[in-house]
Nanobody, 123 residues
Framework: QVQLVESGGGLVQAGGSLRLSCAASGRTFSRYAMTWFRQAPGKEREFVATIKWSGGSTYYADSVKGRFTVSRDIAKNTVYLQMNSLKPEDTAVYYC????????????????WGQGTQVTVSS
């Protein structure tokens, strides 16, 4: 049974940092793209950042480029999202998702999802 379990969310002041984790289990993800999405109240789920499990290539949304860093620890089967210089507009539920092959910014293309973790940035 495939599981993606996010953790690390919380409440932080603007300008602060958080690190999210996504622990993956239940299959081999070597050919998957591991992607972070987020969804704010009343808004659609949006692409944040992605990393190819094999090779580690990354891609970021313009809104987070230079502030967020996605990485993975193959030995721990875990993907991370380091978020720095957080802004109130980063407030959302953050989801980890896995897609076989290349990444997509379309959440409907993804095969597996975590339950999400809340990030709240106060001004």
């Amino acid at each position: 049974q495939v599981q993606l379990v996010e953790s690390g969310g919380g409440l932080v002041q603007a300008g602060g940092s958080l690190r999210l984790s996504c622990a993956a289990s239940g299959r081999t993800f070597s050919r998957y793209a591991m992607t972070w999405f987020r969804q704010a109240p009343g808004k659609e789920r949006e692409f944040v950042a992605t990393i190819k499990w094999s090779g580690g290539s990354t891609y970021y949304a313009d809104s987070v480029k230079g502030r967020f860093t996605v990485s993975r620890d193959i030995a721990k089967n875990t993907v991370y999202l380091q978020m720095n210089s957080l802004k109130p507009e980063d407030t959302a539920v953050y989801y980890c998702a896995a897609k076989w092959g290349d990444y997509s910014t379309n959440p409907e293309r993804y095969d597996y999802w975590g339950q999400g973790t809340q990030v709240t940035v106060s001004s």
